[in-house]
């Protein structure tokens, strides 16, 4: 699995073909040195299906910029509404009462949610791979096993980065609260400020907000990655943060606006993550409010492992994530590892 991933993950910045129905046939992806720029072309369409969107302040919402920017200038097929929310619980929320057809949500929330009785959603596409730095003001930390009676502050309790850690630090032989202090704040904003101020030196914390600290405070450093941890612990799967689901009730009535919606919106993470694009996609980032500023946007990007991945590679590549979560807490995605239903595959 790891082996099949370490080179999906090289091609998962271009815009990936949609599976079609029937049989699902994994699809080769273009990498960024053979898609240039890559632009929506469609002209908007009169019977142009009107679709609500949320995206996630953060990583996970870096990819949607560029198709935000498509949908003001009214060069997308479908005709979007965006929000851009601060946390995955009002992503959450808007999915539950039907105010949004289409959310970005953590990977272990969008299975939680399937699993809910009063919420019935599909996983259209896995957007952001691992984002999570151990941050260090100070040269002691260069490995987990380094994390040994120190104390770490860390946002995220309760989803994927939790989880990840917990993980991670057992398999360096360290238990998560016995052998290393954990401290769980609500956002990453307190923790960002506090080790930016020189009061926290360890903290656990994702770009873009991890890359602002380090623009702030030249003391800090990054000492761990939990993309590379999680390599190096051989689990199946790739650490995968981000995605995008859709209500299946909107799925099921308006296939054709969910497959166009994949298509402008891989295109758009494709532009996002062309470094020729970089000053341009950074700028984007803050005029839509997913980065408060360009300068951070354009260093946290190339390290934001944007992706598209959809159809046989993304179950491929979830699914073992899943599994390591399963094993970990059940509850951590929902008491169960989602069935075949979960997953939406392209209708064209």
Not at 123 to 128: E, K, P, Q, R, Y
Not at 198 to 213: H, Y
Not at 229 to 242: H, N, R
Not at 254 to 264: G, K, M, N, Q, S
């Amino acid at each position: 699995m790891n082996v099949k991933w370490n080179k999906l993950l090289a091609l998962t910045l271009g815009l990936s073909l949609l599976a079609a129905c029937g049989p699902k046939e994994a699809q080769p992806t273009p990498t960024p040195e053979t898609t240039a720029s890559p632009e929506v072309t469609a002209t908007p369409a009169p019977e142009g299906t009107a679709v609500n969107v949320a995206m996630l302040k953060g990583p996970t919402g870096l990819g949607a910029a560029r198709l935000m920017a498509q949908s003001d200038a009214g060069e997308t097929v479908n005709d979007y509404t965006f929000s851009v929310l601060a946390e995955p619980a009002q992503a959450v929320a808007a999915l539950t009462s039907g105010e949004v057809d289409i959310a970005a949500v953590p990977t272990n929330m969008a299975s939680i949610l399937y699993h809910k009785p009063d919420v019935d959603i599909q996983l259209l596409a896995l957007n952001t791979l691992g984002v999570l730095y151990i941050l260090e003001r100070g040269d002691t930390v260069n490995s987990l096993a380094d994390l040994a009676g120190k104390t770490v502050y860390a946002t995220g309790q309760g989803a994927n980065p939790e989880y990840a850690l917990n993980y991670l630090l057992r398999q360096n032989g360290l238990e998560p609260g016995e052998d290393v202090t954990i401290e769980w704040k609500a956002t990453g904003d307190e923790v960002a400020a506090g080790m930016t101020a020189g009061e926290i030196d360890l903290a656990m914390l994702p770009v873009p907000a991890a890359t602002s600290v380090l623009i702030q405070n030249q003391d800090v450093r990054k000492a761990v990655s939990l993309t590379e941890e999680w390599e190096k612990a051989g689990a199946d799967g790739v650490l995968t943060m981000g995605c995008v689901v859709a209500r299946a009730e909107f799925a099921q009535a308006h296939p054709e606006a969910v497959d166009t919606f994949l298509t402008e919106y891989g295109t758009s993470i494709a532009y996002m993550s062309d470094e020729a694009n970089r000053d341009d996609a950074a700028a984007l980032a803050e005029t839509y409010g997913i980065v408060p500023k360009a300068a951070v946007a354009k260093k946290a990007l190339p390290d934001a492992n944007l992706c598209f991945i959809t159809g046989d590679d993304m179950i491929d590549g979830i699914q073992g994530y899943y599994e390591v979560l399963f094993a970990a807490d059940p509850a951590s995605i929902g008491g169960s590892i989602p069935d075949g239903a979960f997953y939406y595959h392209a209708k064209s």
